[in-house]
């Protein structure tokens, strides 16, 4: 298959990705458009994307949704894959999604399929991510409060493949990815009532003990830690927001 029998665009979201954007780039980089997102990386992330003539649309903090539904309305394929910048795409994926794009079901314009997350260079089994949708035909779905949403249609779920994410070690990185993750959610979030030691706990024995993160040894303790980390961070902004809008 070459970019040109393709009928999808890739869109992924970037921000000072040297480290992994490469092997990104690598699995789907045979396959149709790619248009990249960034919010202003400013590490080698350009660089690399203009070595890979990678289409380039710069959106600033916090703006991503608009950034991302007008690079659908211009993409020049008719079905939209969405990666992030750690993630590839199995070569059974792409062949599984490229084959639908050209003869889908009827009604059925959005696609879900498994995410499987490593933590140096091994699966964590208790992160992945079951029926994600990430595969869509564009006029039919749309990104709204921090999500993809489907308007119309029904969902169709592929198994003979998995995107592979990747978790970085550096957890400069990982807090500055959960404020910045946050911040998105805040947007679109009413006044509620936080609780920062409770939630955090909870999330915590979500993914340690009901997820059996305690059979991925040290790296699910970890992976799980991060998750307690990131709701911490979610409870605390929320009563940072609160507090600013009852003074």
């Known amino acids: 298959m070459s970019k040109e029998d393709s009928k999808f665009t890739v869109i ?5 990705s040297e480290n992994t954007l490469i092997n990104t ?3 789907v980089c045979s396959f149709g458009e790619i248009i990249a997102l960034d919010g202003h990386s400013t590490d080698d992330t350009i660089d690399i994307l203009n070595e890979y003539k990678v289409k380039t649309v710069f959106f600033d903090k916090f703006d991503y949704e608009n950034a991302f539904n007008q690079a659908v309305k211009e993409a020049k394929g008719d079905w939209i894959l969405v990666l992030e910048d750690n993630e590839t795409v199995s070569e059974n994926l792409l062949q599984e999604l490229d084959n639908y794009s050209k003869n889908p079901k009827k009604k059925r314009f959005s ?7 490593f933590y140096l260079n091994k699966e964590i089994k208790s992160a992945k991510e079951k029926n994600i949708v990430r595969f869509f035909k564009k006029e039919y779905c749309s990104y709204k409060k921090n999500s993809i ?5 029904k969902t169709c779920k592929i198994k003979n493949g998995y995107i592979l994410k ?7 990185r990982c807090l500055t990815g959960a404020i ?3 911040r998105e959610i805040l947007k679109h979030s009413d006044k509620i009532i936080s609780s920062p030691i409770i939630r955090p706990i909870l999330e915590f024995i979500k993914y340690y003990i009901f997820k059996f993160g305690f059979l ?5 303790f970890i992976f799980a830690k991060e998750k307690y980390i990131e709701r911490f961070i979610l409870e605390v902004m929320f009563l940072e927001k609160n ?3 009852n003074k």
């Open 12 to 16: 992924i979201k970037t921000f000072n």
């Open 25 to 27: 780039l690598e699995s």
């Open 111 to 117: 696609i879900a399929f498994d995410i499987k997350t």
């Open 149 to 153: 949403k489907i308007i119309s249609g």
């Open 166 to 172: 990747y978790i970085s070690a550096d957890i400069s």
């Open 180 to 182: 910045d993750k946050n």
């Open 216 to 220: 991925d040894g040290y790296r699910g």
């Open 243 to 245: 507090f600013k809008e």
